[in-house]
């Protein structure tokens, strides 16, 4: 079988960098600029990956090219000094305590964009959310000038009876420790154990038996980032032989694996806030437009007050695409900005603000996460998200890419 899953050449810093130098995913708090200030003095001048990404709350005040340039002189320099220790041909074994305790188990690795499809269409891996197009460009130039890949991309496998990553969790305490620190603003603590040889085959021969109806893995988190790495995969394979395909550095994508019915693992729905709109206006029009039935809820709160509204859906992906059809075909007749926001609290606290609406959304069964999009195709975007935003992956782990 071809092995969609493989070890990598992964880099990480040294023991003495890594508390500073691990930030959260460059989409969380995006609302929240403090968070992100906070982070910025507490760094101050040491090395760390918030200088390798732009998080998504500046996006709007940045000169692409000019930060483009900036992150990838920051990479090679990071490069050059040597702050990176080599773990060479190995998976990395994780343990991620989240903030409320529970331990998340995942193998970072590394995986075969051709056999990964953000379009939907039947494949080893598959997005499980729609892909906005036009965020692609600016990712896919930061990837072909970059001289690393700094990964916060989650996948999941569907195994039941943990055959995959629970093997390596039984060997842990055999497993060379790697790292092993707490992560900043209350992220919890990460431990990483490098998985070779006999172990590492052991997991790939794992992962076969899990390969059924073409399909292995569906994304969790960071898909544009995947998508992106498929795109200029696809760009460059057109001028190189098969031989040269074969081996080339991005053709590959690190990502962390994880099993879909691990007890840390949840799925919470993506808030919607909707900024700059007549707030009784939207909710009059929102409940009018949705179907009316008892299989799903989702609360609208403003700053005059709150309530739910039943609605009937075949399954929680045809209520996701309700929902977003209306926020996205209101703001566009009405004006209006959207924020997807992760966590109710924050939803709420950002609703009450004048001219805002905020949309509390059901979180998915994870149980029906594979057959969902096995039989319907990728939900809409930004429908869920793994766990509360500080269980998030934070940046860690790097591959060079050429």
């Known amino acids: 079988m071809k092995r969609i899953f493989s070890t990598a050449n992964i880099l990480i810093p040294a023991d003495e960098l890594l508390p500073k130098w691990s930030v959260i995913a460059c989409d969380q708090f995006s609302s929240e600029r403090e968070y992100w200030e906070r982070i910025k003095n507490d760094i101050a001048d040491n090395p760390s990956s918030l200088n390798l990404i732009v998080p998504e709350t500046y996006l709007e005040e940045i000169d692409e090219d000019v930060e483009i340039k900036k992150i990838n002189t920051t990479m090679q320099s990071y490069i050059d000094k040597g702050i990176f220790v080599d773990i060479a041909d190995s998976f990395i074994y994780i343990e991620r305590t ?14 075969d964009l051709d056999e990964y499809d953000y379009t939907g269409k039947s494949s080893a891996i598959r997005a499980s959310e729609g892909t906005v197009l036009d965020r692609l460009p600016a990712r896919v130039k930061i990837r072909k000038a970059a001289p690393l890949e700094l990964p916060h991309i989650i996948t999941f496998i569907d195994d039941k009876k943990d055959i995959v990553i629970g093997q390596i ?110 707030a009784d206006a939207f909710v009059n029009g ?26 009937k859906a075949e399954c929680i992906g045809d209520l ?9 075909e209101y703001v566009k007749a009405n004006g209006g900005i959207i924020d997807y926001i992760h966590g109710e609290e924050a939803t709420e606290k950002l609703a009450k603000r004048k001219h805002t609406v905020g949309l509390i959304l059901p979180s998915m069964c994870k149980s029906d996460f594979f057959e ?7 939900f809409p975007r930004k429908s869920f998200s793994v766990g509360h935003a500080k269980d998030k992956r934070y940046y860690l782990e790097c591959r060079k890419l050429y």
């Open 98 to 111: 989240q903030p409320d305790g529970r331990v998340r188990k995942g193998i970072i690795g590394a995986v």
């Open 169 to 278: 969790a039984k060997k842990v305490d055999n497993l060379p420790l790697l790292y092993d620190f707490p992560l900043m603003e209350g992220g919890g603590f990460i431990k990483g154990w490098q998985v070779t040889g006999k172990d590492a085959e052991n997991v790939i021969n794992a992962l076969d038996l899990l390969y059924k109806d073409g399909l292995l893995m569906i994304m969790g988190d960071g898909n544009h980032s995947l998508a992106a790495a498929k795109v200029y995969w696809e760009e460059i394979k057109q001028g190189l032989s098969e031989k040269e395909r074969e081996n080339h550095p991005a053709r590959k994508a690190l990502v962390e694996l994880n099993n879909v019915y691990d007890p840390a693992v949840d799925f919470e729905a993506i808030h919607r806030v909707i900024f700059d709109v007549d």
């Open 286 to 311: 929102f409940i009018e437009a949705m179907p009316k039935g008892n299989d799903y809820k989702i609360k609208w709160i403003t700053k005059n007050g709150e309530s739910d509204i039943n609605i």
């Open 320 to 328: 996701y695409e309700l929902m977003q059809d209306f926020v996205d």
């Open 372 to 378: 969902t999009v096995a039989k319907r195709g990728v």
